[in-house]
């Protein structure tokens, strides 16, 4: 389970980004996390994902407060919680199987067990025949899709998107977002942070709406407004 109780952000002297925020995501959910543009939504899945800490109240992932979290255990707290970027932050001068490989190798994991999750993440996500090539020689949507394969690379128990169709055309869109409905029936729990209103429309998911930092909605089978 996340959740966030009573959590608020602010640096300096400034307002607050994310002011008194808290609710709950259950094993297994879909969620959209939905807003304008400055409303808070990366600050709040920075704090996910420890990049940073609350200025006040508490995150917790399966009931542990990330923010206590010693240096031992915050490789754990990353291979739970996969993340897939607007922009991809993929490595241009490695090839698409190297970049879905990186993590696992960061992870002291063998060259045998790459070799065999890789190639079955890459056709996961579609793209089982573009392993030899780079990020220049893909289309944005396939980016994407290397993206989500590297997110997935551990297997995490929760997979967090910041806009993950927001560099992409809508028909790669619909084919990306058809893989993140295919992973949440696997049992992932996902976190799609998004501006895209049609898609919110017609998956119908639960839905947390922040603006100004506030929740102002949050309701299961809903719709962007």
Do not use: C
Not at 49 to 75: H, N
Not at 94 to 106: D, G, H, L
Not at 137 to 161: C, F, M, N, T, W
Not at 194 to 202: L, Q, Y
């Amino acid at each position: 389970m996340i959740k966030f109780e009573n959590v608020s952000k602010k640096y300096n002297d400034t307002k607050f980004l994310i002011d008194d925020v808290s609710f709950e995501i259950e094993e297994g959910e879909f969620v959209f996390l939905v807003g304008p543009s400055g409303a808070g939504k990366t600050t709040l899945l920075k704090l996910l994902t420890r990049e940073d800490v609350p200025t006040t109240g508490k995150v917790s992932v399966d009931e542990k407060d990330i923010a206590d979290l010693t240096k031992k255990e915050m490789p754990i707290l990353r291979r739970n919680i996969g993340m897939v970027f607007q922009d991809f932050k993929l490595l241009e001068t490695r090839t698409v199987f190297e970049n879905v490989a990186i993590s696992m190798e960061v992870a002291g994991k063998s060259t045998a067990e790459i070799n065999e999750v890789v190639p079955r993440l890459l056709k996961l996500v579609g793209i089982e025949d573009k392993g030899h090539q780079y990020p220049a020689e893909i289309a944005g949507g396939e980016k994407q899709r290397v993206s989500l394969a590297r997110a997935l690379a551990h297997d995490p128990k929760y997979l967090v998107a910041d806009e993950p169709t927001g560099n992409i055309d809508p028909l790669q869109t619909w084919e990306v977002v058809k893989i993140f409905q295919a992973i949440n029936e696997y049992g992932t729990t996902i976190l799609f942070a998004t501006h895209d209103k049609t898609v919110v429309d017609e998956l119908k998911k639960r839905v947390i709406k922040i603006e100004d930092g506030k929740i102002t909605k949050d309701e299961k089978n809903s719709t962007y407004d």
